[in-house]
């Protein structure tokens, strides 16, 4: 079992940054990939960014592509999201993921484990 709590979301006018955290427990022994999804209201899940175990491989959807920067520190078990340039399309509840593979993955189905999420509000 693995767990994962994210952390840092909160309430950004549009054009400001924020940081997200997300830290992994558990069965860590294994290398994985991490990705960050996010689920507006009233819309279905979608991927945002994923790192492979090593950090040299990322892939980003088209959306934030050029503003949202995705890297993680093993020694801690942590992967962040770095947002900036926040849009109120942005405005979601963001989640983390791990995958027990060595590929960078986007299908939600590939990852295995997910944390509770955490509120990214952009206000225009």
């Known amino acids: 079992q693995v767990q994962l709590v994210e952390s840092g979301g909160g309430l950004v006018q549009a054009g400001g940054s924020l940081r997200l955290s997300c830290a992994a427990s558990g069965r860590t022994d294994r290398s994985y990939t991490m990705a960050w999804f996010r689920q507006a209201p009233g819309k279905e899940r979608e991927f945002v960014a994923t790192i492979n175990w090593s950090g040299g491989r990322t892939y980003y959807a088209d959306s934030v592509k050029g503003r949202f920067t995705i890297s993680r520190d093993n020694g801690k078990n942590t992967v962040y999201l770095q947002m900036n340039s926040l849009k109120p399309e942005d405005t979601a509840v963001y989640y983390c993921?791990?995958?027990?593979?060595?590929?960078?993955?986007?299908?939600?189905?590939?990852?295995?484990?997910w944390g509770q999420g955490t509120q990214v509000t952009v206000s225009s």
């Open positions: 993921a791990v995958a027990f593979t060595s590929r960078v993955v986007v299908a939600g189905q590939d990852y295995a484990y």
